[in-house]
């Protein structure tokens, strides 16, 4: 397993994430033990959880997936100081999450005690903001004038930036988290946090996660560059475009148990006639070059310039297997480019 350094926290975490939204619902607590186990022996130290997980969201099952982690660090806690645990705070929306409100610096107390009690942890190593309290472009939204920039309190987003990152101090002084990030953020508001971090002495975020990968790559290179020069991880998320990239929905498939047949939040909006031409390319590509298609969309991830560690996740250890596996195997020079004329025909898939 390769390492790299987190940002500015210079955490050394795995170059493969274990991702867990699917535990709770798709997953069971025997499960995801297993997934752990499996995960923790490859050499991966790094868990990425939310307190809205699993995925899709509900009422009834928000929370749990913190719960089985908790449960399984509670058996392995001699694991404990070697692992890097990172999960998130919900941002507004959710109802049934401080009744769908803003995020606010009182607000990232208490769920990050929330958190910590579900984890049965004494501190998180990452702390994230889970989306902005501003409407952000991500999950389908980046399209021109989808977001009413213009309309947007600049000032009145930065007060509550102050808030937000005044409550992760208290929580950083008082040692429940280590370090801080962001996720389905932009460089706007990367460039603002650091600003009011170097400004008021309050904790600089060192990481962002996003959406990233061969049917969706709009954050190379301008939000990667900032993410670079200024030391914040990278941390793609959903680096199979939620499974597509694996070519299990080409014409419209739905294996049964699969994500896309539950209930999606935001729709399917991956799934698109040019989505659908694309992944058919690179499933044909992956087999020329003895990938599967899985490997191939996650070694690619891992070969771009920038990237620190890759969020992956998995609903049965044969993916979870196929996916780790992906990262032993280089692309070469040659491949990367039949890659890019791929993505030169689909730049924009969804």
């Known amino acids: 397993m390769e390492f790299s350094p987190l940002g500015a926290s210079k955490i050394s975490v795995s170059r493969v994430c274990l991702g867990t939204m699917t535990w709770g619902i798709q997953n069971t607590q025997s499960e995801a033990d297993q997934q752990l186990d499996y995960a923790t022996n490859q050499g991966i130290n790094f868990i990425d959880t939310a307190e809205m997980y699993p995925i899709p969201p509900n009422q009834e099952t928000s929370g749990q997936t913190e719960v089985i982690l908790g449960n399984w660090l509670s058996e392995n806690n001699k694991k404990r100081k070697d692992l890097v645990v990172a999960t998130k705070v919900a941002g507004p929306g959710l109802q049934w999450i401080r009744e769908g409100s803003n995020i606010t ?32 472009p991500h999950f389908g939204k980046q399209w021109p004038n989808q977001i009413p920039l213009t309309d947007v309190n600049s000032a009145e987003q930065v007060d509550q930036m102050h808030d937000i990152l005044s409550g992760l101090s208290q929580c950083v002084n008082d040692g429940k988290i280590r370090f801080c990030g962001l996720s389905d953020d932009t460089p706007w508001g990367i460039n603002t946090y650091l600003k009011l971090a170097q400004e008021h002495n309050l904790p600089r975020m060192v990481s962002i996660q996003n959406e990233f990968n061969l049917l969706h790559s709009k954050d190379w290179p301008y939000l990667i560059e900032n993410c670079v020069h200024e030391d914040i991880a990278y941390l793609p998320w959903s680096p199979l475009a939620s499974g597509a990239l694996s ?104």
């Open 105 to 136: 610096g009182s607000s990232v107390i208490q769920a990050v005690n929330n958190s910590l009690k579900r984890l049965q942890t004494d501190y998180i190593d990452l702390y994230q903001l889970h989306w902005p309290n501003r409407v952000s």
């Open 247 to 350: 070519g299990k929905y080409i014409n419209g498939a739905r294996p049964q148990g699969s994500r896309w047949t539950l209930m999606q939040r935001n729709g399917l909006f991956r799934d698109t006639p040019i989505a659908n031409q694309a992944i058919k390319q690179y499933c044909q590509l992956a087999q020329d070059h003895n990938f599967t298609p899985a490997e191939l969309a996650l070694a690619w991830c891992n070969k771009i310039d920038g990237v620190t560690s890759t969020i992956i996740g998995a609903t049965n250890m044969a993916q979870l297997k196929e996916n780790i596996n992906a990262f032993t195997k280089p692309v070469s020079d040659e491949l990367f480019s039949q890659i890019e004329v791929i993505m030169k025909q689909y730049p924009a898939a969804f």
